[in-house]
């Protein structure tokens, strides 16, 4: 687990409040005179060379620095530290108005600044959909913090108790005498005061935070559309040149031999350098193969096109998708290794009066940001500094040192914008390229990654196989419910491992709550030969898809409403126990089961909520092929209904989705709903386009032409967002609504065309 935030008392923020150090820059909040107005656009200019903990801890900004992430200057201007990273999501106009709304800070007058890659930050890994759920409220508590050290120099000013004293609007008022002060006024006495501990430290009550809950403005939003948002091909250093890699076309595989006269005789093309074979397991080391380096992009890409190489593809020139389709259904045709188990399943379905089975398969699919890695490095002096669009600042950070040889406090990472991520970002192997290029050629480097690389070369979604078998009574009432699931994990990456682990499967198999008396999951073998990483909800994609198509399946067999038999194998509004899930613990997204319980009544109430506002139950009436699904992930609920119509063409399309979510306290309703519609039109691309195959180890596609997103011609003409208004403990947003998108379209199909899909994608059998 990646260590929790932590409060550093007395402690400026690197370099004391020359906090940007080449990182994101000032976005300001509007006053509400001024909605529209926003001051300030992001930069991500080259800044000094970098500073060690040591040397940040000596230089203290004038004002009050009670933590790493807020500073109160003597003007009254506050900054606050946004240390997760900004990919379109809109952290940055969210997080910082959690802290500044427990601070009692006027947003207009609130300076938001990217962290650098630093442990002092605690967890900065922008991913898992963690950036509210898991530090909701720590950062209530930073911002509480500084209120507490400005209330508590407000009071010993005018001699009375902090307790008669509050903070609203920039400034600390004295309930009996009414006086006031601002916070410019207060802060270096503040900042002369103990830092109380987190644990002493009040919030507020939750109806004070007067943002929260709301629908904010992005902040960024006109830099984007301006082209003044700095992303990490915009970053120019003197002298550097621009690296494109021929990396090997298979993982593993090797140069036995490379000529390159014919790419230094291009124009522009300064270097050719040879990179290190990587050895397995891959994690974030670079890939290999031969770099070529030159004063832009273009002469690079075709000095790399000039390259005679000769490649040793390695043991992973096997690998072949089609073949490895039949190994993965031979795998979930025998006994797995129990994972789950409740009753006796096997009895079960040998005594049922009708058994139900069924196979889905996915295939592996690529992240495919629309921003390409890339990453800047300059080396010297034995140090390194690197701009770079990553989603965790400080893998990258400890990647590049890996790779240079030095330690951590010799390396400093700037956050850029990222254009898209999906998860591609978090994995380091990208910087530690360009990290590794600048120290060996002794120039800063930044290495471009074009769209094939990307797609032929990235840290892939998992391919899977399923095999579900249901048992029925003479009632049709479902009595065993067998999950068989094989795929090769993630860990593969990190370690020889060819099954899933716990925390793999606690994403639709562990933590799927059902009202059966005889539950069994069983996890199958499957070998990795490519790298595998994590993509926009992992392996809830395939889990969700299977589980969700198969009760539809069931309720077909039944001859019933399948909302109806989704209720009632989810059973009654309950907490289920580990006891009644068959388990002994459970990884719980990292949350405790007291928090975030697995709960049938708010998966009951999304499914019922989406089905009301589609009108579910007159879908025949209206002539109507509607599609259901839900799913819990990331600690967060979300119900599903996909509407797909077929045009005098024949082609198939989805015209219309709803989408109600569960996540518990919402900071920023704007960003939900936004999240909620790009998941739809992700999960679109994957449920109807999406596949990566590979042959003789090679993936076949290359760019957008043969790995299809949906167009704009190809979105629902409406997407309804519904939030479940709650003051539960938040649950994730990013990942959430994508699990349930698949399944909700395949559902549709069947009932449109009473044909049954249990393999991705859909344009394998119809027109879309």
């Not at 330690?407 to 910087?431: C, I, W, Y």
């Amino acid at each position: 687990m990646s260590e929790r935030p932590t409060l550093i008392a007395r402690r400026s923020f690197l370099a004391g409040l020359n906090l940007s150090v080449g990182g994101l820059a000032l976005g300001f909040f509007p006053s509400e005179s001024e909605a529209q107005k926003l001051t300030n656009e992001p930069s991500a200019a080259p800044g000094p060379k970098p500073k060690t903990s040591s040397q940040a801890e000596e230089n203290s900004a004038p004002g009050l620095n009670p933590n790493v992430f807020v500073h109160v200057a003597p003007d009254g201007l506050v900054t606050i530290v946004c240390h997760r990273s900004e990919m379109g999501q809109g952290i940055r106009s969210s997080l910082p108005v959690l802290i500044a709304d427990e601070l009692g800070a006027d947003m207009a007058r609130v300076k938001i600044v990217q962290a650098d890659g630093d442990k002092a930050y605690g967890d900065q890994n922008t991913d898992g959909s963690s950036s509210i759920r898991t530090i909701y409220e720590d950062m209530r508590r930073v911002g509480a913090t500084a209120r507490t050290m400005l209330v508590a120099a407000a009071a010993k000013r005018w001699k009375v108790a902090p307790e008669d004293c509050e903070a609203h609007g920039h400034a600390v008022a004295h309930r009996g005498s009414k006086q006031t002060l601002g916070f410019g006024e207060l802060a270096l006495e503040a900042g002369k005061l103990a830092v109380p501990k987190p644990a002493e430290v009040k919030l507020r009550p939750r109806a004070e935070l007067r943002h929260v809950g709301q629908a904010l403005p992005l902040l960024d939003a006109p830099a984007y559309v301006t082209g003044k948002a700095k992303f990490g091909a915009d970053i120019q250093l003197p002298g550097m040149l621009t690296a494109v890699i021929a990396r090997p076309p298979v993982v593993g595989g090797r140069v036995t031999r490379h000529d390159d006269s014919r790419a230094l005789a291009i124009s522009g093309v300064k270097r050719v350098i040879a990179l290190p074979e990587p050895k397995p397991p891959y994690v974030f080391q670079p890939w290999g193969g031969v770099a070529v380096l030159a004063e832009n992009t273009w002469a690079a890409m075709r000095g790399r096109a000039a390259l005679d190489i000769t490649w040793d593809a390695g043991a992973n020139a096997t690998y072949d998708s089609e073949a490895y389709h039949q190994t993965l259904l031979a795998s979930i045709r025998a006994p797995g290794t129990p994972v789950r188990n409740v009753g006796d399943v096997e009895g079960a379905l040998a005594k049922a009066a009708r058994v139900i089975e069924a196979e889905y398969h996915t295939p592996h699919l690529s992240h495919a940001p629309m921003e390409p890695p890339v990453a800047v490095a300059r080396f010297e002096n034995g140090t390194c500094e690197v701009w770079a669009p990553t989603q965790n600042p400080q893998a990258a950070r400890s990647e590049a040192a890996r790779v240079l040889g030095i330690s951590e406090d010799k390396v400093q990472v700037h956050v850029t914008f990222l254009g898209g991520a999906f998860g591609r970002k978090s994995k380091a192997d990208f910087v530690s390229e360009a990290a590794w290029l600048a120290k060996e050629a002794g120039v800063p480097v930044r290495v471009q990654w074009t769209r094939e690389d990307d797609v032929q070369h990235d840290y892939y979604h998992s391919v899977s196989a399923q095999r579900l078998s249901a048992g029925l009574d003479e009632h049709g009432k479902v009595i065993a419910w067998r999950h068989r699931t094989a795929f090769p994990p993630i860990g593969s990456t990190f370690a020889p491992v060819n099954k899933p682990s716990a925390g793999d499967l606690q994403q639709g198999v562990l933590d799927l709550p059902l009202a059966v008396p005889n539950v069994r999951a069983e996890a199958c073998e499957a070998n990795a030969y490519v790298r595998i990483g994590w993509l926009r909800s992992v392996y809830n994609i395939f889990h969700s898809f299977s589980v969700n198509s198969f009760i539809d399946e069931i309720a077909q067999a039944r001859g019933e409403d399948p909302r109806d038999v989704r209720l009632e194998l989810l059973g009654p509004a309950r907490v289920v126990t580990l006891k009644e899930l068959g388990i002994e613990k459970l990884q719980n997204y990292g949350a405790s089961l007291e928090q975030h319980p697995v709960d049938t009544g708010r998966m009951r109430r999304v499914i019922e909520r989406v089905t009301e506002l589609a009108r579910w139950s007159d879908r025949k009436k209206d002539g109507r092929a509607l599609g259901l699904a839900a799913h819990r992930s990331f600690l967060t609920y979300v119900a599903v209904v996909a509407s797909v119509v077929r045009s005098p063409n024949g082609k198939l399309s989805v015209d219309e989705a709803w989408v109600v979510v569960d996540a518990g306290t919402v900071v920023n309703t704007d960003r939900v709903r936004s999240q909620m519609e790009g998941s739809v039109i992700f999960g679109m691309s994957a449920a109807l386009h999406g596949a990566i195959t590979m042959k003789g180890g090679v993936t076949q596609q290359s760019n957008f032409r043969d790995f299809k997103l949906v167009r704009i011609g190809q979105a629902p003409r409406k997407i309804h967002v519904d939030i479940i208004p709650s003051d539960g403990a938040p649950g994730g947003i990013g990942e959430p609504g994508m699990p349930p998108i698949a399944p909700a379209i395949a559902n549709a199909v069947f009932a449109l065309t009473g044909q049954r899909v249990r393999e991705l994608p859909l344009d394998r059998v119809f027109q879309v």
